[in-house]
């Protein structure tokens, strides 16, 4: 027997559910200032990652076919004092644009983030993304890296929110499982890294640039990859402060992959491989 109760919505614009439908992304991620703000997440396995890092439900909104589903049960069961709505699928739809929340979102209060130099202090291989404002490739380097061996991953302030809905569920809930920490705004991230033991590794076409597979590279078990936004690619100082540039060798005239698939050959050659990563287990098969 259920131990959860639910309230109905039949119109979306009943203010209960309004952090659901009256504010952008960016707007409930500074809703309570000074206080943390929040994060609308979807899908039920994406919630239960973000339940299992510790994150602390607002609300749970659910589509009310879900609720016979035992994914969705479970989590609800697990609700505690956060309310659960309900409402037909079309409202839902409605909310969302698309059909994609497998039935069910949830609002969480974002939760208090790691210093860089704490996941520093112990990890073998990081990801460091500089200015990729796509959620979409956000999403899926998360999840290469959680798959594929980094121990953490560090943005720069104007990368996507990874906690963003499309960001996280793209990354199949692994924005919640793999350690990760902004970048101070006036922080010189290749001295950090350097203070720390890390080789530096940039991933950007240059002429100087090395073979992924090159030797050189894998001398120090402490590697740190940064990553560049499509397009305009890594900053100049960037490149001229890494101890090595690296390029994916190509085929038939291609001259680069996406940045997210170009993490993940990168990630697999020079981290999972080496067994620095402390993550398994966490890639999930299943769109």
Known sequence: ???FATIRIDDIKDKRVKLYTEYSEPQLYHINEPDAGIFIAETPMVIERAMSMGAKPVSFFAESSSLQNGAVKEILEKAGDAPVF????????AIT????????LA?????????PEDLLENAGCVAVLEDIVNPTNVGAIFRSAAALGADAVLMTR???????????????GTVFMIPWAYILKDTDVTDLLHNYGFTVISLALTENAVPLTDPVLKKNPRKALIFGAEGSGLKEETIAASDHVAI??????VDSLN???????????????EGTGKISGVCDPQE
């Open 97 to 104: 644009g698309f059909n994609l929340t497998r039935g069910l």
């Open 107 to 115: 609002a969480f209060e974002r939760p208090d983030l790691p210093e």
């Open 259 to 273: 940045v997210a698939a170009s993490s993940a050959v990168a990630f697999w050659e020079l981290c999972g491989r």
């Open 248 to 253: 994916i060798p190509m085929a038939n005239g």
């Open 158 to 172: 104007r990368s996507t929110d990874p906690f963003y809905r499309r960001s996280a569920r793209v990354s199949m």
């Open 86 to 93: 309900e409402a037909e699928l079309s409202v839902i739809n």
């Open 1 to 3: 027997m259920s131990t």
